[in-house]
């Protein structure tokens, strides 16, 4: 069964049901949209099921799982030499937990988008597009075909921020879709460099393979990107400047100080499930990139420039986590708190250690549903009385007991607070730029003092908003009607809720769930990488 | 005249052995000669008799065509006037699968008043082009380059009623004559240094050689104004925004599309005989397109961010659009014209669709103004469904054609960057690439009016489904070509 195929896929018959359908069944868009991602999470199941631990994947084909391949652009193009894409897709550790990940927040966004009134056709369709999108970026191992789920993936989002978004939509989805495609238009200049450099050694013909991309044995010698014959552009080695462009296309998406302005807007005005969508998936995408196309298509380079990385992942904890303190805006404070938390990724995957590029990992997991569930939090208040504004409110633990005591799990989730997921991730982050320096791999001890002091601070931002806005007398900005309005979690919300909460308590008790599945790709990177140093 | 005598019955089986391979071309004239003739005396009993006539004589010309693209002639006829090629056959068919959609477009969308004359210019027209993609002889060329004018300056003039219009006829005349007598002096200097009229001739490469230097550029920059007047790119743009505003949608239509790609595969045939030597001449024109390449892409975006009527925004998309058009003509090579090709087709097939879409607009809104797209996303959701789609191919995203044709063209610069490391090069591939994230600005004005604002008072709108089935189907196409390219590259 081409069950990757199928979790790619899905969602698109899903669209097209959606748009066959005339508007008066409109109340069931959302049912298909729900069976078809529920479907989806049960397929991303079969997968973690039926995953084998033991393969390593990252550079070597052999060890990818569920394995697709069909041929699919053939060209002759005369001295430009015969195209040569594939429909290939294989997953291995560093891709399925991100994709059961995926399967999971998208569940969740169905679920935070019950209410939507305003045209729920296109907002279905749109949502279910995105979702084909973003299983197709973790499945892809050919560079075109991963481009090609990356550009498709924006357009959705600009249209569901744009449209259902808040009073300053049309700026944020301009905005985020210029950065991103800012990024990403110069990766595909790198992607044309590294189609002319690789060859496919069973053919002999280029190719936009990633696999084979990895080898530096199927690079021409002398070619752009080439390992022998040391090629320039303006007097910088190719490669590094390979390198350096595509870190920035995905960096932009993780996204690192100083481009990560585009997020504190996009996650403001987006509706609560695009928000959940964003945080919970598009961030990882970055982090996912870095690691599947920058790490192990330029080693090398990775291995020479690990000290930045590391740099620019310490100031994007410690700034995001200094800006996070200032925000009056609920839903702005936990965007920047996500920018600081990615920092944490990236500071991992800069360590070049197995602690520290598996700890990365588990953040990005771990990240992804306890801000889904931040952004959920934030949206139950919005939606009842459409204020964020932390000094709006006071005192909401008396009224709304329920939803105090899932914030406070929540934030205390976040902040790593021990047996919870979050702290599995940061500390092993920390331990692993901590070792970095005893290993060698550049990375001076400081750095991981920095993640440290990320760490409290951001528990100084949460908790400090959980004093604000939930303890003290009731003081709402709009009186009495506000207080009415504020009801308690309803059921649908707990259903939401409970299981992701649930989650960051299991994996913060028995991370093995996710470590075991990641560690022989982890470890065949961190060996891969490691001869480069 | 005596002296010719001796060789009259040479020339005359040369011409008899000629005529075969100009089939397509003179099933045109013998089509002209029958729509002129149809509305003269038949439009009167039924009105829509030139139309059927024009169409059957370009479906005509599309077989022999056919005929001529199945068998692979390679042959060069009268007197080497005419050289015909695979280029030159996919060229011109892809020029008269064009005229015949602009044909239909027109049909449909002036029935008011007789149009028998306009499909003649129209014909006239797809003859000079279809001579252009042909010639590799200066004075072919420059007939060639003049008929296609003239039957544009008609065009442009032939349904103006208000002063705008008229505008615009009048421009365009002014400066496309002009331009024309620059090129005529540019070609009799070309002439003088080389002796030779055909542009591939290795004599006439010689003298280009040989000729003093200064005289040799503004020979060259001579040449190039007249053909930057047909392609409009910088500094010959500045025509275009008026005349693409002023003209009839339809006209505008044919100008932006069909004339380019003739002249484009004119202008790549010039530049693949030239610059594989590398003398004064060869390198001052790479550097001279090179800079207008980078030139036009920029203005070309930058401008349209600032317009607000959706016809004089595609007029600077598509000088954007010769931008990377003249990428791919500079590192076109012989016998490799499948790129170029594909995205000259994928172009012509955009920009049909979207002016299609503006025009089914304009028809009921009684504007182009962007603003008044406002919220109608909503209400035709079809509609402005497939007019994002291909501004999203315009813009090189995928899935659609556009992003293939994009990057099958910063592949061929690339390639070419990769041998000879010029510094040129480079800067194109990244003034191509900044340019794609500009145009994503003012494309999306469109969406971004119709799905993202709310709805200012409907209008009562009824669009010709005939023109907009074809709008769509060629969104399904602009579609289905980018996610299977070789569907179409593998016919080129």
């Known amino acids: ?533 | 005249m005596l002296a010719f005598s001796p060789y009259i019955s040479s020339f005359i089986d040369q011409i008899i052995v000629s005529v075969p391979y100009f089939k397509p071309e003179l099933t045109l004239i013998v089509t002209f000669i029958g729509t002129i003739l149809a509305s003269l005396f038949i439009d009167k009993y039924w009105k829509h008799a030139s139309f059927v006539i024009t169409i059957i004589g370009l479906l005509l010309s599309g077989c022999y065509l056919l005929g001529q693209g199945i068998s692979r002639v390679e042959i060069a006829g009268f007197f080497d006037m005419i050289s015909i090629d695979a280029f030159a056959i996919a060229a011109r068919m892809i020029i008269l699968l064009a005229t015949i959609l602009i044909a239909v477009f027109i049909q449909q969308r002036h029935q008011e008043r007789p149009l028998g004359d306009l499909y003649a210019v129209l014909l006239t027209a797809t003859l000079g082009l279809n001579l252009l993609t042909m010639s590799s002889n200066w004075l072919m060329i420059f007939i060639a380059v003049e008929t296609v004018s003239i039957s544009s300056y008609i065009m442009v003039g032939y349904f103006s009623t208000t002063k705008v219009q008229s505008e615009a006829a009048l421009k365009y005349v002014l400066f496309g004559s002009i331009c024309a007598a620059v090129m005529l002096y540019g070609l009799s200097l070309l002439y003088g240094f080389t002796g030779n009229l055909n542009f591939d001739a290795p004599s006439h490469i010689a003298g280009l050689m040989e000729a003093p230097q200064i005289m040799i550029s503004i020979a060259l920059l001579f040449l190039l104004t007249g053909i930057g007047f047909k392609l409009s790119f910088f500094p010959f743009h500045v025509w275009s925004p008026d005349v693409y505003q002023g003209a009839p949608t339809v006209i505008t239509t044919y100008l932006a599309t069909v004339p380019k790609i003739a002249v484009v595969v004119l202008l790549s045939k010039i530049l693949s005989a030239w610059l594989n030597v590398s003398f004064y001449f060869s390198d001052f024109l790479t550097y001279v397109i090179i800079a207008i390449a980078i030139a036009t892409m920029l203005i070309g975006n930058l401008a349209a961010l600032r317009q607000q009527d959706a016809k004089r925004m595609m007029a600077y998309s598509s000088i954007g659009h010769t931008g990377i058009l003249l990428m791919a003509v500079l590192v076109y090579q012989n016998n490799e014209s499948n790129v170029l090709l594909f995205y000259l087709s994928i172009y012509a097939l955009m920009n049909i669709a979207v002016f299609i879409f503006i025009d089914a607009l304009e028809a009921s809104l009684g504007n182009t103004t962007i603003e008044s797209y406002r919220g109608l996303g909503k209400q035709y959701p079809l509609l402005f469904t497939s007019f994002s789609i291909v501004l999203i191919a315009l813009v090189g995203l995928p899935p659609t054609a556009g992003f293939v044709g994009k990057l099958l063209v910063f592949s061929k610069v690339f390639e070419q960057y990769q041998n000879f490391q010029s510094f040129g090069l480079l800067a194109l591939l990244l003034v191509g690439a900044l340019t794609s994230v500009i145009s994503l600005f003012y494309y999306f004005k469109i969406p971004l009016n119709a799905f993202l604002r709310e709805n200012t008072g409907s209008p009562a709108v009824k669009f010709n489904m005939v023109l907009l089935c074809i709008g769509i189907l060629c969104t399904v196409a602009v579609l289905i070509l980018g996610i299977f390219p070789d569907v179409l590259l593998s016919a080129f």
Request: charged share 10%; hydrophobic share 55%; aromatic share 14%.
């Open chain 1, 1 to 533: 069964m081409p069950i990757l195929s199928l979790l790619i896929f899905l969602p698109l018959l899903a669209t097209a049901l959606i748009l066959a359908l005339p508007t008066r069944y409109k109340s069931s868009y959302k049912y298909i949209a729900l069976a078809f991602t529920a479907i989806q999470f049960v397929l991303a199941g079969i997968c973690y099921a039926q995953f084998d631990a033991s393969k390593t994947g990252v550079q070597d084909l052999g060890g990818y799982q569920f394995i697709e391949q069909l041929s699919w652009i053939r060209l002759d193009l005369g001295s430009i030499g015969k195209l040569e894409i594939d429909y290939l897709i294989g997953i291995d550790g560093i891709s399925m937990p991100l994709l059961l990940l995926s399967a999971f927040v998208m569940l969740m966004a169905i679920g935070a988008s019950w209410n939507i009134q305003k045209s729920p056709k296109g907002y279905f369709a749109l949502l279910m597009v995105l979702n084909m999108a973003v299983m197709g970026i973790f499945c892809a191992l050919d560079f075109f075909l991963f481009y090609l789920f990356y550009e498709v993936m924006l357009l959705p989002l600009y249209f569901l921020i744009g449209i259902w978004g808040g009073a300053r939509r049309e700026y944020a989805a301009i905005k985020f879709f210029l950065y991103t495609l800012f990024g990403s238009v110069f990766m595909l200049l790198i992607i044309v460099g590294l189609y002319f450099s690789v060859i496919n050694p069973l053919t002999g013909a280029h190719t936009f393979n990633m696999i084979y991309m990895m080898n530096p044995q199927n690079y021409l010698e002398g070619s752009i990107f080439g390992w022998e014959g040391y090629q320039e552009i303006l007097g910088v080695s190719a490669r590094l400047i390979g390198f350096i462009v595509l870190f920035f296309a995905f960096a932009i998406k993780v996204p690192i100080v100083p481009l990560h302005t585009w997020l504190p807007d996009a996650h403001v005005e987006a509706p609560t499930p695009v928000s959940i969508i964003l945080a919970g998936i598009l961030l990882k995408i970055g982090g996912y990139g870095i690691i599947r196309i920058c790490y192990s298509i330029f080693p090398d380079m990775a291995a020479l420039s690990n000290w930045w990385l590391g740099l620019i992942g310490v100031v994007s904890i410690i700034y995001g986590a200094l800006n996070a303190l200032s925000q009056k805006d609920l839903k702005r404070m936990i965007a920047y708190s996500s920018v600081s938390h990615m920092g944490f990724v990236l500071l991992g995957i800069a360590s070049l250690t197995a602690e520290g590029i598996s700890g990365a990992m588990f953040q990005m997991i771990s990240h992804g549903f306890l801000s889904a569930a931040l952004f959920f939090l934030v949206g139950v208040v919005y939606d009842r009385v459409h204020d964020r504004n932390i000094y709006s409110f006071r005192g909401l633990a008396q009224i709304m007991p329920k939803y105090t005591g899932y914030v406070a799990v929540a934030f205390f989730a976040s902040l790593g607070l021990p047996g919870f997921s979050a702290f599995i991730g940061e500390a092993f982050v920390i331990i692993g730029s901590f070792n970095a320096a005893s290993i060698g791999t550049g990375l001076p001890r400081w750095m991981a003092l920095g993640g440290s002091i990320g760490i409290l601070l951001s528990a100084a931002y949460l908790l400090w908003t959980l004093q604000r806005m939930f303890f003290g007398q009731i003081r709402l900005k709009g009186g009495e009607s506000w207080s009415n309005a504020l009801t308690d979690l309803n059921s649908r919300e707990q259903i939401i809720l409970f299981p992701t909460l649930a989650l960051a308590l299991l994996l913060g008790v028995m991370p093995a769930l996710v470590f075991n599945n990641l560690n022989a790709s982890v470890l065949n990177l961190v060996s891969f990488i490691q001869q480069f140093i």
